[in-house]
């Protein structure tokens, strides 16, 4: 009896000592998983530092990014706008040019045409003052001889007489003169006047014209002088 309680106490106390280095063996186990764990923990807490940092570097690269695209964007803008100004002021300096260059071809056209028509009308100028000095000729000429015939022998005895003076003769020769042939005098006076400033006028005629002009008006005088001395 002695015997076996002995054993079943080694036994016990066997099974204690397994239980106690069981014990703190897990005990060991336990602390060294523990240690582990928290290992664990730190290197995910520092993982997740690093991740969360990349992100954050990366969200600000990306909107560094975005700003200068948007910098982009509003530079393309403003340079578009600038092209489309220089255009439209491209087009108003074209149509500017356009408008003069249309202007100055209707200035020329109504300066060759003004042109043509003063060449026209002095033409027709020169004729119809060549016509009209024409008809005042025959008018002169007609108006002349009237005169000549309505002189008196009192009037053709002035202009005979060669005991007067040349202005005596005129003197009393204007003197002796009616109404009408005051005048007829008048009358022929202002027409050889026109016919002077027409022929002093009129590009066409030249100093040949001027001339015969002047041989006609001294041819005049003469004949109103000396309308005695043809009927003597």
């Given at each position: 009896?002695k015997?076996?309680?002995l054993?079943?106490?080694?036994?016990?106390?066997?099974?204690?000592?397994?239980?106690g280095?069981?014990?703190?063996?897990?005990?060991?186990?336990q602390?060294q998983?523990?240690?582990?764990?928290?290992?664990?923990v730190?290197?995910q807490?520092?993982?997740?530092?690093?991740?969360?940092?990349?992100?954050?570097d990366q969200t600000?690269?990306?909107?560094?990014?975005q700003?200068?695209?948007q910098?982009?964007?509003?530079?393309?803008?403003?340079?578009?706008?600038?092209l489309?100004?220089?255009?439209?002021?491209?087009?108003?300096?074209q149509?500017?040019?356009?408008?003069?260059?249309?202007?100055?071809?209707q200035?020329?056209?109504?300066?060759?045409?003004?042109s043509?028509?003063?060449?026209q009308?002095?033409?027709?100028?020169?004729?119809?003052?060549?016509n009209?000095?024409?008809?005042?000729?025959?008018?002169?000429?007609?108006?002349?001889?009237?005169?000549?015939?309505?002189l008196?022998?009192?009037?053709?005895?002035i202009?005979e007489?060669?005991?007067?003076?040349q202005?005596q003769?005129?003197?009393?020769?204007?003197g002796?003169?009616?109404?009408?042939q005051?005048?007829m005098?008048?009358?022929?006076n202002?027409?050889?006047?026109?016919?002077?400033?027409?022929?002093?006028?009129?590009?066409?005629?030249g100093?040949?014209?001027?001339?015969?002009?002047?041989?006609?008006?001294?041819?005049?005088?003469?004949?109103?002088?000396?309308?005695?001395?043809?009927?003597?």
């Amino acid at each position: 009896m002695k015997n076996l309680a002995l054993r079943i106490l080694s036994t016990c106390v066997a099974l204690l000592l397994m239980t106690g280095v069981t014990l703190a063996q897990q005990s060991r186990n336990q602390v060294q998983g523990n240690t582990s764990g928290s290992n664990q923990v730190q290197l995910q807490t520092q993982t997740m530092d690093q991740t969360q940092t990349r992100t954050m570097d990366q969200t600000r690269t990306m909107d560094q990014t975005q700003t200068q695209l948007q910098d982009q964007t509003r530079t393309m803008d403003q340079t578009q706008t600038q092209l489309q100004d220089q255009t439209r002021t491209m087009d108003q300096t074209q149509t500017q040019l356009q408008d003069q260059t249309r202007t100055m071809n209707q200035t020329q056209a109504k300066d060759q045409t003004g042109s043509n028509e003063q060449i026209q009308a002095k033409e027709q100028n020169r004729v119809q003052d060549k016509n009209a000095a024409m008809g005042q000729s025959q008018l002169l000429e007609q108006n002349r001889q009237r005169f000549r015939n309505s002189l008196t022998a009192e009037q053709i005895g002035i202009l005979e007489n060669k005991e007067m003076t040349q202005n005596q003769k005129k003197k009393a020769f204007k003197g002796s003169l009616n109404d009408e042939q005051k005048a007829m005098l008048r009358e022929n006076n202002q027409l050889t006047q026109q016919q002077k400033n027409e022929f002093r006028n009129s590009t066409a005629a030249g100093e040949q014209n001027k001339q015969m002009m002047q041989n006609r008006v001294e041819n005049s005088d003469n004949s109103t002088g000396g309308n005695g001395n043809g009927q003597r």
